[in-house]
């Protein structure tokens, strides 16, 4: 398969089909089901589709274990899914959180390895820095 920079519009429409179809089948993974209701509910997202159903899904399947906590963020143009340490501050991962909200405010959410919870700045910064979080529901 092509790397989706190199396909044309009707590949990567078709790979987004096979890529649902795949998400479908992934809907062993917990989170998958509570990111895909979350997506639909917000209308998100509107462009980029490929980051939820592609990248996403395959960031999913390389997870090893449902209880692995991650970010995800859903905005205009697409999401962002970001693996997060088990223990202690997520450093790293602070740069491109910052550019994301900055340019698309997007919806955050954070999967405990149970339930994907929506996080407010707080909460998303308490994330990053390995601290416990209020979530907003």
């Known amino acids: 398969m092509k790397r989706w920079d190199d396909q044309s519009a009707d ?11 795949r998400g479908a089948r992934l809907s062993g993974h917990p989170a998958w089901g509570q990111m895909l209701a979350a997506a639909r509910k917000l209308g998100l997202p509107r462009a980029f589709a490929a980051d939820l159903y592609v990248h996403d899904v395959d960031a999913l399947a390389r997870l090893r274990g449902a209880s692995v906590p991650f970010l995800w963020a859903v905005g205009e143009s697409g999401s962002y899914f970001s693996r997060l340490p088990e223990q202690g501050p997520a450093t790293s991962k602070g740069d491109w959180l910052a550019r994301y909200l900055s340019e698309e405010r997007p919806h955050v959410f954070y999967w405990d390895g149970i339930i994907l919870r929506a996080l407010d700045a707080a909460g998303i910064r308490n994330v990053i820095a390995g601290r416990a979080f209020d979530a907003i529901t």
Do not use: G, M, N, P
Request: charged share 65%; no cysteine; aromatic share 0%.
């Open 11 to 21: 590949e990567r429409a078709e790979t987004i089909r096979r890529a649902k179809r």
